[in-house]
């Protein structure tokens, strides 16, 4: 999203030093409001001059002035690519909703506090893996769910039993990951070179 400057009740030259502020500071995508027709001029003025390509919206007296200089849309997109982190050549099988033995309460913070810690690490995995009791991850437990939805927004495959889901009656309520099957998670499991079991 394009940063927005209020210039409004400012006479100019300041509107249009706010912008050239903005550009010399190498911001492509911004857009000054002002309120009134000179500083439009001079703003347009400026874009032109540093080859930057305005766009003017009026509403109620007061205007917008948007200078772009590339495409915005593009640059979101590469942000967003040149943010993932790399996958690594490893899988989670999550067998059970809990780890660990003992208490269950302490059980479900400590998955929810070891998907945030895995979210949260620079080398991800390839994918993670839900079977029985380990359905109930990813549509019982909210926190974890949000965890895994970052994991998955990066790229981590997460594939659950569609037969687990629907023995345990939850098939309605998987909010993140796909169904999957035996099949398809034996293969998964193949083609890396560690599986990790929680």
Sequence with gaps: MSK???????NCPMPVIMAKKEIDGGVKFFTVQ?????AVENLSKLASSQGFEVKVTEVNGNFDVRFSNGCEECEEILAKVEN??????????VNKSTIGVGNEELGQTLIK???????ES????????FMND??????LNKQAAEHLKELENHG???LVCGACLNFYGLE????VGRVSNMYEIVEEMKVVSKVITI
């Design 172 to 175: 309605d309520k998987l909010s």
């Design 134 to 139: 380990g359905v109930k991850v990813p549509t």
């Design 113 to 119: 506090m070891f998907l945030y810690t895995i979210s």
């Design 4 to 10: 927005i400057i209020d210039a409004r009740g400012k």
């Design 34 to 38: 002002v309120d009134n027709k000179i």
């Design 156 to 158: 981590v495959d997460l």
């Design 84 to 93: 993932k982190k790399p996958l690594g050549d490893w899988s989670i099988f």
């Design 122 to 129: 620079e080398d991800y995995p390839k994918s993670i893996l």
